[in-house]
């Protein structure tokens, strides 16, 4: 079965340091998600990405983040000074359309020091 | 008022049990109704995708939308010990931009052989 993919699946790192998280959508998929758990809390929408463009983004989502789709598969998610509380689970997720249901990744752990 | 809400529980019932999940809402923009099964520290992992009111059956489960009432439900017929997970409903309005999802916080699930 088709499985959105995300490395890495813990990465510890400094404040003030620039993460990248990586994820593979599934390959027919179109439309390309964020989103987070802080430990113990709801998971929370972060930004949509279709055509190679932002279709929305929520208010967590600010300048500090940024997604790209450098090639035809991965699909990136750039922290560029983290911070303490960016200390979450990040789930990658994709749909075929912007009706389709949303497959989720396995995560990937952010510990923040 | 939250968007979302859900019980957290737990809700611990017998192996074989008939199990009963609910979500209410407030944005009466949703049409699209979903229900995550999440184990710890795991992706959500989709289980019941329903678009306005009505009952959808799955096997095991059924889920339930009353939209005049802005309230979902998850039924679980013969509950196992496999199905001990925390349960996510999710929704979204309908827009072209993609599907942002709001999250319940969950509820959390024990059965017990």
């Known amino acids: 079965e088709p499985e959105v993919t995300q490395t890495p699946s813990h990465q510890v790192t400094q404040m003030g340091q620039e993460v990248i998280l990586r994820c593979v959508p599934i390959?027919?998929?179109?439309?390309f998600y964020w989103y987070r758990q802080i430990l113990g809390q709801k998971v929370e929408f972060l930004v949509s990405?279709?055509?190679?463009?932002?279709?929305?983004k929520s208010e967590i989502f600010d300048d500090q983040f940024s997604v790209e789709r450098p090639d035809g598969s991965n699909f990136t998610l750039k922290i560029r000074s983290t911070k303490l509380e960016d200390s979450a689970m990040y789930f990658c997720?994709?749909?075929?359309?912007?009706?389709?249901?949303?497959?989720f990744g396995e995560g990937s752990w952010l510990t923040v020091v | 008022q939250k968007e979302v809400e859900q019980d957290p529980g737990p809700l611990s019932v017998p192996e074989g049990a008939i199990v009963s999940l609910n979500c209410t809402y407030s944005?009466?923009?949703?049409?699209?109704f979903m229900w995550y099964r999440q184990y710890s520290r795991k992706g959500p992992e989709l289980l019941m995708y329903?678009?306005?009111?009505g009952n959808k059956e799955d096997g095991r489960f059924t889920a339930q939308v009353d939209k005049s009432s802005k309230y979902i439900s998850l039924f679980i017929r013969d509950s196992q010990p496999s199905d001990s997970a925390t349960y996510l409903c999710?929704?979204?309005?309908?827009?072209?931009?993609?599907?942002?999802?709001?999250f319940g916080g969950g509820t959390r699930l024990m059965v017990k052989p």
């Open positions: 944005n009466s923009a949703f049409q699209y």
């Open positions: 390959s027919n998929h179109l439309y």
């Open positions: 990405f279709y055509n190679n463009e932002i279709s929305e």
């Open positions: 329903t678009y306005s009111s």
């Open positions: 999710a929704m979204s309005p309908l827009n072209n931009a993609g599907n942002m999802l709001t």
């Open positions: 997720a994709s749909s075929e359309s912007h009706r389709g249901t949303i497959y």
